[in-house]
């Protein structure tokens, strides 16, 4: 990890190329028993950030040995269309892992497409079965972009246990999953939202800073203190076509003990859990742990 001003620079782009590697080498072995995690990828309408982000599944993907199909469909495909394609890829034994990319268009409900998803293949962690498993603390299928920045932080060294944790954001996707992942690490933890009073209070709180906002540079620099580590996850793009996240990084990193940037943070690591609940998906299914085929962490 870099030094830079005066925060540890969290790498999530060199993180992730190693969870890619690491999963290219497990699915090297799980190919000698006959299996190719296999990953689809459905894609409604052309919103064009969308395409960016299924592009790069896509790739990283064919870069770790997955059969990758994706499935595009048009921007006025019906509702009954949608949930019959996910339904055949939930059927299809070639098929591990199912990610119907979000957001969909307005005319059709997410909620019964997810749930046509089998919880096996559910590598969006994000059926009804899947967030109940995580509540519960069982075996299933996390969300991606919450098990990255856990991944993150256990790769860098920074421990969780006991931490305050303060989570700005409280979506389905973000927010709460990583609340619930962050529990079951015994971290203490605050959900803060849009109407939650005292924002910058709460921040100043923090030993761990979660931001999954969607609003640029929303956290700032005074908002933070000289200890803590920020997992910034926000993704905005401004009127010059930066990308910049929740945090003023500029700011913050002055300030505070490690920070991820964006791009280059919570993103990849975001894809590299994709590879992994994928691949974990693949290995169940030939009756396989990871750890036979040589996954350590
Ligand atoms: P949502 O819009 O679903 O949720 C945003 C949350 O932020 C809500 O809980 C909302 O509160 C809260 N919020 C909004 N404005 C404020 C404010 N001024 N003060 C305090 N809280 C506020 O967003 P997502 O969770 O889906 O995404 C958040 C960000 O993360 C986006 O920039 C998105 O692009 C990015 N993202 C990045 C990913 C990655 O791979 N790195 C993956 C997924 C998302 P309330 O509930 O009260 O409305």
Not at 6 to 11: G, P, Q, R, V
Not at 90 to 95: E, G, P
Not at 201 to 223: E, R, S, T
Not at 272 to 286: D, H
């Amino acid at each position: 990890m870099d030094k830079m001003k005066n925060a540890t620079i969290l790498d999530g782009k060199a993180t992730a190329v190693k969870v890619r590697e690491e999963v290219a080498a497990c699915t090297a072995k799980l190919a000698e028993h006959g299996v190719q995690p296999g990953l689809a990828v459905v894609l409604v309408g052309d919103d064009p950030a969308s395409h960016v982000y299924v592009r790069n599944k896509d790739r990283a993907a064919n870069g770790a040995g997955f059969d990758v199909r994706t499935v595009r469909l048009a921007a006025d495909t019906s509702q009954q269309d949608l949930e019959a394609e996910v339904r055949k890829l939930a059927v299809d034994d070639k098929v591990h892992g199912i990610l119907v990319q979000l957001p969909l268009p307005k005319h059709l409900d997410s909620t019964p497409v997810i749930e046509s998803i089998p919880p096996a293949k559910d590598v969006d962690g994000l059926t009804l079965a899947s967030v109940g498993a995580l509540a519960l603390n069982q075996p299933g299928m996390r969300p991606c972009t919450p098990a990255g920045c856990i991944e993150l932080l256990d790769r860098a060294g920074i421990s969780i246990e006991g931490k305050h944790v303060v989570i700005v954001g409280r979506s389905m996707l973000v927010g709460k999953p990583i609340a619930n992942l962050l529990l079951a690490r015994n971290a203490t933890v605050t959900i803060c939202h849009s109407r939650t009073k005292d924002l910058k209070g709460h921040c100043l709180q923090a030993d761990i800073l979660v931001a999954a906002v969607g609003v640029p540079q929303l956290v700032k620099g005074d908002w933070l203190s000289a200890d803590c580590t920020v997992l910034d996850v926000g993704i905005n793009r401004t009127d010059e076509g930066k990308l910049v996240g929740d945090v003023d990084f500029d700011a913050a990193s002055q300030v505070v003990s490690a920070i991820t940037p964006v791009p280059g943070g919570i993103g990849p690591m975001t894809i590299a859990m994709l590879l992994v609940n994928t691949f974990f998906g693949a290995a169940q299914s030939a009756g396989l742990s990871p750890k036979e085929l040589g996954w350590k962490p």
